[in-house]
């Protein structure tokens, strides 16, 4: 009969639980930054029946 290694599993379950882990605060960051960037106002867009405004100097 063959003997289990418990390091090894102990590894194992700890690499898991590491990359788990990393996953979910990867995914917690993005989900912030994410909400961040919409939560920036931006101007109204001008209603149809009026025109344009003028392009603001130095933007392309």
Do not use: K
Request: cysteine-free.
């Amino acid at each position: 009969m063959r003997r289990i290694d418990p390091l090894g599993v102990t590894v194992t379950a700890l690499l898991a639980a590491g990359h788990l882990t990393a996953y979910i605060l990867l995914g917690v960051t993005i989900m912030n930054d994410a909400d961040r960037s919409q939560a920036a106002a931006s101007p109204p867009d001008a209603p149809m029946h009026l025109p344009d405004p003028p392009p603001e100097p130095g933007v392309a």
